[in-house]
């Protein structure tokens, strides 16, 4: 039975549900979970079977990998309304290396399993379409956070990730700790705040406990063009 709560998130959210038959929507309601997690969770990880395709309902998602000698690197961030399709690599072939998913807020998400996403996949060439398009995209977020590691230096780096967060929120400050930065950046504590330090001797930013006002967006954003 296809619900209005279903059937208004997905029509939001999935480009493909009006191209699905009744019985595809019905198959698709009928096998979603809806799950809670608490901030700090983990809720993927290579060790674990595959999850399958999850839509934020509420909260934030991290998706990144560890190293061998536990060194995080973040590929990307969920916000409400994305769907993460790597918790599916059971399901997309193309998919073949593993990464951790952490809940970074208290998260409320729709699980569509595995198997109910493989059968609409081999059924639905839309479906097929919409899983792809999402990998690729996804795939894309990847290689650009590879990009900044490899080929930018960390002041260029450091800039660019204020700039995405004050986008995000649309005000001009940041609320995260110096932890959470390097967390997110793949780099060591020492070095953001050494950095912030620098960009605030600048006069580019202001640093207060937990948060990092941003004062001068042009000078932000030349270091990124130099």
Known sequence: MVNNECTDLFIKNLTFWEHLTQKEKELLCDNVTNIKYKKGTTIHSAAEECLGFILIKSGQLRVYMLSEEGREITLYRLFKGDVCVLSASCVLEAITFDVF??????????????ATFNQLIKQNIYVEAFANKLAV?????VMWTMQQILFMSFDKRLAVFLIDEISKNSKDEVMLTHEQIARYMGSAREVVTRML????????????RGTIIITDKNKLKKLIQQ
Not at 137 to 141: A, D, G, T
Not at 197 to 208: A, M, N, P, Q, T
């Open 137 to 141: 995209m996804r795939f894309s977020e």
């Open 101 to 114: 998913i952490d809940a970074e807020e208290n998260c409320e998400v729709l699980t569509i399993n595995s």
């Open 197 to 208: 330090k620098y960009f605030s001797d600048e006069g580019i930013v202001k640093l207060s």
